[in-house]
Each structure stands twice: as C-alpha cells, then as structure tokens.
C-alpha cells in the first residue's frame, strides 16, 4: 500500500539560551489513505512540535531550525514555496485543536467561519455557500443548523464549537485530518460523541487521521496504529493490539501501568514512573528514558536505535538498548 | 435535604451549601450549586465528581469560605465558619487546606521554594523564626523534594510534578485537618499523576487528614476516595461507599459517566453512552430533575417533581425517580464489564 503521508528523518531544532533544544529529533512515520494513526506522548515528548513542523507552521520562527522531508501524496511539502505549499491547508490537509473556543474567531458569527472558507476554497457563491454550510453543520450532528449559523462562538457551548471545527475541517474534504487533542478540552460525555463524530466522518469519506493524544486509551479505541513519542523521538510504534498486549519499551510498559484503573479496588498504590519528563536541553545522544528506566545501563548513553520486531505483516517498532521480552514481560 | 450522616462524629460538616454567582445587575445570577450538603469523618477522603459546571469546585471553594457561600452552614470540627470574621476564619483556615488544579499559577513566581513553604507558618506565627527552618526542610522531604536541590528554585524553575508537590508542602506545613483538592492531577502528565496521586495517599495516612478530592476523572476518583459524590448541574445525583458506587450505580447519570470512560483494550465491545448531548446552562436549569433533559428514563414526574436524596441501600444515596433496580444495575456492570 502506498502512504499518503511520508516523514522521513524529521527534525526540529529550536536555538535557546539554555541551549539547543531537540523538540523533534529523527522522526519517522508513514500513514496510508484511509488510516488512522495515533501519537501519543506527554508534554515535552514533541508530539505538538511534530504536527506543527508537519504544517509548516515552524518555518517561520526565527530561533527554529527544521530537516527532513514531509512527503504528502508525493510532493515533499518542504521543498515547495509557501505560497504552493499554502494550497494544500484547508483544502487536502485540515487540522482540528485542542480548544475549540480559541480556535475560532470570537467576532465572527458561525455563518462566516463556514461560508469565507468555502467561498475562498471551493469559490462557491454567497448562496451555495451558505446552504453547503448548514449541511455541513448538519453532518456534524448539530441539530438546528440554521440557527446555529447566526450565533457566535462564545454562544455554543465547547461540544458544539468543536463540531463547529469539524465541520470547517471537512468541508473540503481532506484526504488528511490532523487532530491534535481533539477532545482534551471536552467534558467525558462529550468527548464521546465527538469521537464517534470522528470515526464516522473519517470512516465515511475515506480520510486518513493523524490522531494526536495523551490518552493511550483513546489511541486504543480510535486508532490502528500508534506511535509512541518520547523525548522527540519514537519509542515505540506498532498496531494498536500489539501495543496493548505485548509493549516492548520500557517506558510504553510503565506509561500503561501507571494510570488508575476502573477496575481496582480503592486506594490500590499506582505504579508511578519515576522522576520526571525530559530537559530536552541535556538529552543529547542518549535515550532520554533512561534516567527513569528500571532496565537502564551503561549502554543506553548511546542512541538507541529505532528495530523492527515484530512480524513482516505487522512490524513493530522499539527503540530500546534492552527492549522488554514479550512472552511474560521479565526483563531481556 | 438531608446529610447522609453516619456513625462516627464527622470532622467537617456542610449542610444546603448554596453558592450562586453574579449579583443580577449585569447578567443573571447563575446557581452553581443549590443545596448540597456532605459531611466527612476523621480520616476519610470524599471524591467529588461531575462534568464542568456540576459545581463541583464551587462547592470545595465554599468550604474554605472563598467566597462564603451564599446560603448553608459549614462547621469544622464544631466551629461554625460562615460566621467567622476575618480573623478568626485565618486561624481556622490552617485547619482547612486547599490544593488547586494548575500548580504554576497558584505559585508567585517571584518567590523562591522555601520562602513559599515558609509563608503559612508566617501567617499563622507572624513571623518566620529561624527554628522553623527544620520544619519547612522536613516538609519538602515528605513531599518528596530534595531541600537542598530546590530549596532557593522559582517556581518556574521547577517542573509541574515538582510544583504541585511545592503545593501540598505548603498546605502541609500550616498543619491541617482537611484537605481539599480540587483537580489536583488534571493539570499533570500521566507518568506524573501516579507520583502524585501516591503521595497524596501517604501524606493523608502520615498525618491522619481527611480529604475531599474534586475531579472529573472517575478511576483517579475512585482510587483515592473511600465514598463518592456525583454531581449534576448544582445538585448531588448520588453518594455511595467508592467500590458501590462503580459496581451497582442507582443513578442513570452515573451509569453515563461510567460507560464514557474508555477502555484500553482496543478488543473490548464499544459502550453506548445512553445519553446525547451536553449539560444544560446552569443559568437556566431544567425542572425537577436537573437530568431530565438527557436521561433515557425521564418521564412527566422527573418534569414535576425535584426528585430527593434518599438512602436506597445502607450508606447508598441516590436522588432519582426511576433509581436502577439493585437486580439491573448488576447486569449492567457486568455487560460494561466492570
């Protein structure tokens, strides 16, 4: 299967006065039409950075610096000028965030959110645009679409202007969809229904997602496969089931067992993972795990690089000097 | 409304806690909380659950009088604190410690770790003596920092997992009974929640505090709290012993708030919410019941009738017209696979 999106050797590198920060180092990843991958990392593992450098938005800050390619549909989007590259926003890459209240404009009514953008990019007329847009609003389960046209964001509530964000992020029809913590903002019940927005709408119209999250849960119901970011690199990428049940890096093991579970008695002592995320400053060559790895030694000074462990058909990615066996989890 | 009372003396005591906002002259006056009532025992941690405007911080701020509530009685450990003048409620507010949702902001920045620890001895005291210094050095070894490491260190210059641990040494210090957390591991990365989530534990049994713990995530709730509150736009749904309340939920709301979370078995069966659609503005609830709206079970009296907090089993409260019956609630866990 030929991937739609192709990142080869991503790296960003941002120029601080505490020093050279890795905040993507070595990234990368291929994503098929139609898939849905998930990344998954807690702050600082440069799962935003990588999205960002992915939409070119990096490129303009002055103190970064950026390498690699970022293959889409076979143009390396790097290599284009900013106004061709500016062509695919919107239109065949669109993007869903993290909050929904600020990613809209609060002085523009939900009527022009939609009609200015399928007027710029599908040059519709006022009137096919206004129609298209409560459709839109319509596909993304809001009821009453042609109300909610007039109100202003601050007037829905955060489910709603989420949907809101879908619905422009649609509206052309990408062939990808990047969502960056598309639910964190949202309350448990809703988070819900906007994921089964999102496997509905992806599921129907044959788009690929880059799925980004803190939530391994999430990944798990949502995605087929996921990589896992640590430190700005990958620590380990595999299927969905794979990772669940037979996790080869040490921290993906921990990161699983850590969370609270449902399913065990009050006051249960959690497997914390110790110390705390990376300084990215001082991570240097070495795996940036390692000052919190039980299986850590000498050798994980150096670079661990990224092996294929798993079957042909289904590979599976570690990134580990002393990757976990996977038959009973006892230490290799 | 009645406070589920048990038989140990409680510590703290809280009864038709009313908070509202605003003072009607610009916008309306929005009811965050409308009548709850909840007691706590020596020792024990209550967990506080709902979505965003449940009113679940509004009633933990009402505890510590910030603000006072508007109408409602609290009383710790016998002293009625609504009607405490300001120096008085300072001396009883190191009895009553709070611990916010985002640890950097609730720091000054100007300060450095020590002078921040020192701050509740300096307030209760007048001043900071230099005998006190030990005290302060043993705070940050319970909390798990190294005094010598961080001791002179912004907050700024300390990670969020460090921060909110700056924030338990200084409730700490000041020698409380009760501890109110408001989302205290929200704000945190997952490898960072289980730290803290453990210490809380451990401070609690080294100094025999009670906790109420606020949060919207049911598993963090369930594993720190020994009982569970359900709150839903102002109003309790249901209060039950932890491990009852996840396996038989009376209240179709807790049901809903169960089957959202998601499981991590990517081969486990999908669960129905049951449920559309987002809490209503707590500017204008609905009648009777606040949950009618959304409930798969709502019918004309759920319209009528404000439905009251009863005691359907030994220590389970659940305010509902059409509770599960205890024989379906279990069929439920078990097809939610709980």
Not at chain 1, 47 to 76: C, H, W, Y
Not at chain 1, 121 to 148: F, M, N, Q
Not at chain 1, 175 to 197: C, H, N, Y
Not at chain 2, 301 to 320: I, K, M, N, Y
Request: hydrophobic share 40%; aromatic share 2%.
């Amino acid at each position: 299967m030929s991937s739609l999106l192709e990142v080869t050797d991503l790296r960003t590198t941002f120029h601080t006065p505490r020093g050279l920060v890795r905040a993507v180092d070595g990234v990368s990843l291929s994503l098929a039409a139609g898939e849905t991958l998930g990344i998954v990392g807690e702050s600082g593992s440069g799962k935003s950075v990588l999205v960002r450098t992915l939409m070119g938005l990096i490129d303009a800050e002055p103190n970064a610096s950026v390498s690699g390619q970022v293959g889409f549909d076979g143009v390396d989007l790097r290599a284009l000028p900013p106004e061709e590259r500016r062509r695919y926003w919107g239109t065949r890459i669109a993007m869903v965030f993290q909050d929904p209240t600020t990613s809209l404009n609060p002085v523009k009514s939900i009527r022009r959110h939609l009609v200015e953008h399928l007027r710029l990019h599908l040059s519709l007329g006022r009137k096919d645009a206004v129609a298209r847009a409560a459709e839109l609003l319509g596909e993304v389960g809001i009821p009453d679409p042609r109300r909610v046209l007039d109100r202003y964001p601050h007037e829905l509530s955060g489910g709603q202007c989420q949907r809101v964000c879908i619905a422009l992020a649609l509206a052309c029809r990408p062939q990808l969809l990047i969502a960056d913590e598309p639910t964190t903002a949202l309350d448990v019940t809703v988070q819900q229904q906007i994921l089964e927005l999102l496997d509905a709408v992806t599921s129907d119209t044959g788009m690929a997602t880059l799925f980004i999250t803190h939530d391994l849960a999430l990944v798990n119901r949502h995605c087929e496969r996921v990589v896992v970011m640590y430190g700005g690199r990958v620590a380990e990428a595999s299927d969905v089931r794979t990772l669940h049940r037979r996790s080869r890096h040490p921290y993906t093991r921990a990161l699983l067992r850590s969370a609270p579970r449902l399913e065990s008695a009050p006051h249960t002592r959690l497997q914390a993972i110790a110390g705390r995320p990376p300084d990215l400053t001082s991570v240097g060559e070495a795996c940036a795990f390692a000052p919190r790895c039980a299986h850590a030694t000498d050798s994980c000074a150096a670079a661990p690089p990224l092996v294929d462990v798993g079957p042909a058909e289904a590979p599976h990615l570690v990134a580990c000097h002393h990757p976990v066996l996977d038959a009973d989890g006892v230490p290799a | 409304m009645t406070a589920p009372l048990r038989d140990a003396e409680p510590l703290l005591v809280a009864e038709g806690i009313v908070v509202e906002h605003g003072d009607g002259r610009r916008g309306p006056v929005v009811q965050a909380v409308s009548g709850v009532s909840l007691d706590l025992t020596a020792g024990e941690t209550l967990g506080i659950v709902g979505e965003s405007g449940c009113g679940k911080s509004s009633l933990g701020r009402a505890l510590l009088q910030l603000p006072r509530p508007t109408a409602g009685s609290v009383r710790l450990e016998g002293v009625e604190l609504t009607q405490l003048d300001r120096r008085s409620l300072r001396a009883v507010r190191s009895r009553l410690q709070m611990i916010f949702q985002d640890p950097l902001s609730s720091l000054n920045p100007r300060r450095r770790a020590h002078e921040l620890v020192s701050e509740p001895i300096a307030i209760a005291a007048g001043r900071v003596r230099p005998t006190d210094r030990d005290r302060v050095r043993v705070t940050f070894e319970a909390v798990g920092l190294d005094p010598d490491q961080v001791w002179d260190r912004h907050p700024s210059e300390l990670s969020g997992g460090q921060c909110q641990r700056l924030c338990i040494a200084r409730a700490l210090v000041a020698g409380p009974a009760v501890l109110v957390c408001d989302e205290p591991v929200s704000a945190l990365d997952v490898s960072v929640q289980a730290q803290i989530l453990n210490l809380l534990e451990d401070v609690k049994a080294a100094n025999g505090l009670s906790m109420l713990f606020v949060a919207h995530d049911l598993a963090v709730v369930k594993n720190v709290s020994d009982r569970v509150m359900v709150m839903y736009l102002g109003k309790v749904c249901e209060v039950a012993p932890a491990e009852d309340l996840f396996r038989r939920p009376l209240h179709p709301y807790t049901d809903v708030l169960i089957a959202s979370i998601p499981d991590p078995d990517p081969d486990a069966p999908g669960r129905s919410l049951g449920v559309r659609g987002e809490p209503p503005s707590p500017v204008d609830p609905p009648s009777g019941c606040r949950f009618r709206t959304r409930c798969p079970r709502a019918d004309e009296r759920c319209a009528a009738e404000v439905p009251e907090l009863v005691e359907r089993e030994p220590d389970h409260w659940v305010a509902c017209h059409h509770p599960s019956d205890v024989s379906v609630a279990v069929a439920t866990a078990s097809r939610n696979g709980r």
